[in-house]
């Protein structure tokens, strides 16, 4: 009788032990999952944010341009900083110009979206140059497409100036030679500074 007694209190004993532990057991089972769970939500949280791009930037195009040491003349010529995006249009301009300023070359790229682009810019420029010459003369050149010249006196009379067009592929230039109003630059000159120009421009776009 004693002996079923101590029975039942071993079997009680060892079922309250097995109890306690698969509790315990339970319940460290239970922490990680729920860390796991915390865990995945965070870390979809963070990647479904917005995601942020930088804004395009706009081509720098100054490859285009020749440089002062491709002006070849009696006297030195030197380069301003490049201005990209001239009057809001794709493309660049610099100002080369004499250290006294008694001669002066603007070079003006601009790049359309094609070569007829190009060439109804070209067209319309024709007839725009009225602020800077003056009853302007108009001539041709050996460059590119559709090459035109006016040449003249300023408004104010206070320079000679002769504008030289062309197109090159989907690029549009303007090179406006300023100087005495005595003296137009020669053509052979003009032909020689456009013509590298063309060059640069058929190097950097592909042409």
Same mark, same amino acid.
């Given at each position: 009788?004693?002996?079923?007694?101590?029975?039942? *209190?071993?079997?009680?004993? @060892?079922? %309250?032990?097995?109890?306690?532990? &698969?509790?315990? /057991? !339970?319940?460290?089972?239970?922490?990680?999952?729920?860390?796991?769970?915390?865990?995945?939500?965070?870390?979809?949280?963070?990647?479904?944010?917005?995601?942020?791009?930088?804004?395009?930037?706009?081509?720098?195009?100054?490859?285009?341009?020749?440089?002062?040491?491709?002006?070849?003349?009696?006297?030195?010529?030197?380069?301003?900083?490049?201005?990209?995006?001239?009057?809001?249009?794709?493309?660049?301009?610099?100002?080369?110009?004499?250290?006294?300023?008694?001669?002066?070359?603007?070079?003006?790229?601009? *790049?359309?979206?094609?070569? @007829?682009? %190009?060439?109804?810019?070209?067209? &319309?420029?024709? /007839? !725009?140059?009225?602020?800077?010459?003056?009853?302007?003369?108009?001539?041709?050149?050996?460059?590119?497409?559709?090459?035109?010249?006016?040449?003249?006196?300023?408004?104010?009379?206070?320079?000679?100036?002769?504008?030289?067009?062309?197109?090159?592929?989907?690029?549009?230039?303007?090179?406006?030679?300023?100087?005495?109003?005595?003296?137009?630059?020669?053509?052979?000159?003009v032909n020689d500074v456009a013509q590298k120009q063309d060059a640069a421009i058929k190097k950097g776009l592909g042409g």
């Amino acid at each position: 009788m004693r002996n079923s007694r101590m029975l039942v *209190v071993g079997v009680a004993a @060892a079922t %309250a032990l097995t109890v306690s532990v &698969a509790g315990c /057991g !339970g319940n460290k089972t239970s922490s990680p999952a729920s860390t796991t769970k915390s865990g995945s939500a965070t870390s979809a949280t963070s990647s479904s944010g917005p995601s942020s791009s930088a804004p395009a930037q706009p081509t720098d195009y100054t490859g285009l341009l020749i440089q002062a040491t491709d002006i070849n003349a009696p006297i030195q010529f030197n380069g301003s900083p490049p201005v990209n995006n001239p009057n809001g249009q794709p493309g660049v301009a610099t100002t080369f110009s004499t250290q006294d300023g008694s001669h002066a070359i603007k070079d003006t790229i601009q *790049v359309f979206a094609d070569p @007829a682009a %190009a060439t109804d810019a070209l067209n &319309a420029a024709k /007839g !725009g140059q009225g602020n800077a010459i003056k009853d302007p003369q108009t001539g041709s050149a050996n460059v590119g497409t559709g090459a035109t010249t006016l040449s003249g006196i300023a408004p104010d009379k206070s320079k000679g100036v002769l504008i030289l067009l062309f197109t090159e592929g989907k690029a549009f230039v303007t090179l406006q030679f300023d100087g005495p109003t005595d003296s137009l630059p020669p053509q052979d000159f003009v032909n020689d500074v456009a013509q590298k120009q063309d060059a640069a421009i058929k190097k950097g776009l592909g042409g």
